[in-house]
């Protein structure tokens, strides 16, 4: 039980347009869904958190238009990268929680890359 | 704010030996604490928790960690390690910021085992 899948896995799109990435929990109705960012070798990120039907909430520094995350169901939340450039290559995962927040499913990760 | 500390960026470690990560926190309260695995290109996998009671905690793969609050550690161990226990290690203390339970996460150790 408590399975999160991410899609796509991988993608690599050109520099100024948009990705979308769907984190789906398969199993549960997740209260709280919260993506991370990762960069190689290095810990992750907290990027923002995200409850069914209301906005989502950004960590310090993180760009809300950059970076639009939509959580529509209990199931679903998707974070778009908007006008994506090179420096926005990076792992990206997303998590999802039941109950408490700190107890967190994640995902596989989607490998973006901006050429 | 809560931060977590893990010293040893990598390791190497023989394919039986035992193995210890080392994990340090910050936080003012009780904290939550937990060890997560991650293979390389995956997301990450929950390998045990600490909430409360038993400062002795067991988990999946043969994994046990132990909680010290005089010295404010969390630290990793396994008897004796598979080679296919080779990948990052992350410590994260889960807490309240600002309202909001969140997650922390350590910088990640990574184990390389030798056979």
């Known amino acids: 039980g408590a399975v999160v899948s991410q899609h796509p896995s991988r993608v690599i799109c050109k520099s100024g347009t948009s990705v979308k990435i769907e984190c789906r929990s398969l199993?549960?109705?997740?209260?709280?869904m919260f993506w991370y960012r990762q960069f190689p070798k290095q810990s992750l990120m907290l990027m923002a958190t995200s409850n069914e039907g209301s906005k989502a909430t950004y960590e310090q520094g993180v760009e809300k238009d950059k970076f639009l995350i939509n959580h529509a169901s209990l199931t679903l939340s998707t974070l778009t990268v908007t006008s994506a450039h090179p420096e926005d290559s990076s792992f990206y995962i997303c998590s999802a929680s039941l109950d408490r927040a700190y107890e967190q499913y994640f995902g596989p990760g989607t490998r973006l890359t901006v050429t | 704010a809560q931060s977590v500390t893990q010293p040893d960026i990598h390791i190497t470690v023989s394919e039986g030996a035992s193995l210890e990560l080392r994990c340090n926190y910050s936080y003012g309260a009780t904290p939550y604490l937990f060890w997560y695995v991650q293979s390389p290109g995956q997301g990450l996998q929950l390998l045990l928790k600490?909430?409360?009671?038993?400062?002795l905690v067991q988990g999946i793969k043969g994994f046990e960690a132990e909680f010290k609050r005089s010295q404010s550690s969390f630290n990793l161990r396994k008897p004796s390690v598979h080679w296919s226990d080779a990948a990052e290690y992350f410590c994260?203390?889960?807490?309240?910021?600002?309202?909001?339970?969140?997650?922390?996460f350590g910088t990640g150790t990574r184990l390389t085992i030798i056979p």
């Open positions: 600490y909430f409360s009671g038993d400062t």
């Open positions: 199993d549960f109705q997740a209260t709280t």
């Open positions: 994260a203390v889960g807490a309240l910021n600002f309202g909001n339970e969140k997650l922390t």
